[in-house]
């Protein structure tokens, strides 16, 4: 499924982001930066020890902030660490402004940097516990919020990348209604 958002495409897709051909892809990390599970684990681990090293140097990473290395032995040439917040640690509305804000710092990042295809999984919904459904309106808002200003002008495609059909149906809901409220067209 894909949107037109001003001078980007907006894209979902099912799929393993470690095998992405971005100039980025984003890694759902946590606050170490260190590596653990789900995405976090495939990345460190697809990418290989360069980026561990990186990450060291970084000196970890606060909620909703995002932090860029290399990408190792990726496809991608940019990997941008951004940590999402623990849903049940801080409640609905709280969870929505840094999970936004970590979407929005990982653009601005991108850019700073003069990515123009960036990938990203859908943060904070697997050991951190935010909704699937909640999650994807918030991530897919401040994206096409983020696309429409002026700090992403470079940036040319955004892809999500599920891992799993029940991710990406709640995506392509939440595009939908988005493209809906917007009056965008939307290409199955």
Do not use: W
């Amino acid at each position: 499924m894909k949107a037109r958002v001003k001078h980007a495409v907006l894209e979902l897709v099912e799929g393993d982001i470690t095998k992405q051909n971005t100039d980025a892809i984003v890694n759902a990390a946590n606050n170490s930066l260190l590596g653990g599970g789900g995405v976090d684990g495939a990345i460190h681990r697809a990418g290989g020890p360069q980026i561990l090293a990186e990450c060291r140097r970084l000196g970890g990473c606060a909620t909703g902030d995002a932090k860029i290395t290399t990408g190792g032995g990726l496809r991608a040439r940019y990997v941008i660490h951004t940590v999402g917040p623990v849903y049940r640690h801080v409640g609905a509305a709280q969870a929505a402004e840094l999970l936004a804000h970590a979407y929005r710092r990982s653009l601005e990042v991108a850019a700073e940097h003069g990515v123009r295809s960036i990938a990203f999984p859908s943060i904070g919904t697997g050991a951190y516990g935010y909704p699937i459904e909640e999650a994807a309106t918030v991530a897919l808002r401040t994206v096409m919020e983020t696309l429409n200003a002026p700090v992403a002008d470079g940036i040319e495609l955004v892809r999500f990348v599920l891992y799993e059909d029940t991710a990406y149906r709640a995506y392509q809901h939440a595009l939908a209604r988005l493209m809906e409220q917007t009056q965008t067209s939307v290409q199955e």
